[in-house]
């Protein structure tokens, strides 16, 4: 399983920018996927998680209500959509996909397949 992000870029504090996370390959086993960053100098954080059963979305604290997780089953495909943007929210981007239960959906353990990570600098 692959996992492609993309998206990501320069955008002023108060701004909008979607990032997206295609996954592929033979025999995709993935019931959920999620979005981690990490800002240099920190470690990485939970972001957004989505599971396919039951369709549960799971936000931090800190982007709640700023920023919208979805997804689309046909292309295999999560997305997020980030607005308010903060330059605190500045980090590279990671997606995330797995099996993960309820206990690990926030965790990075919870997730075996990774993207290559896009950067989200956002300026104030």
């Known amino acids: 399983v692959q996992l492609q992000a993309s998206g990501g870029g320069l955008v002023q504090a108060g701004g909008t920018l979607s990032l997206s996370c295609a996954a592929s390959?033979?025999?995709?086993?993935?019931?959920?996927m999620a979005w981690f960053r990490q800002a240099p100098g920190k470690e990485r954080e939970f972001v957004a998680a989505i599971r396919w059963r039951g369709g549960g979305i799971y936000y931090a604290d800190s982007v709640k209500g700023r920023f919208t997780i979805s997804r689309d089953n046909a292309k295999n495909t999560v997305y997020l959509q980030m607005s308010s943007l903060k330059p605190e929210d500045t980090a590279v981007y990671y997606c995330?996909?797995?099996?993960?239960?309820?206990?690990?959906?926030?965790?990075?353990?919870?997730?075996?397949?990774w993207g290559q990570g896009t950067q989200v600098t956002v300026s104030s």
């Open positions: 995330a996909g797995g099996r993960p239960i309820i206990s690990t959906i926030t965790r990075g353990g919870g997730y075996n397949h």
């Open positions: 390959g033979s025999g995709v086993d993935i019931n959920g």
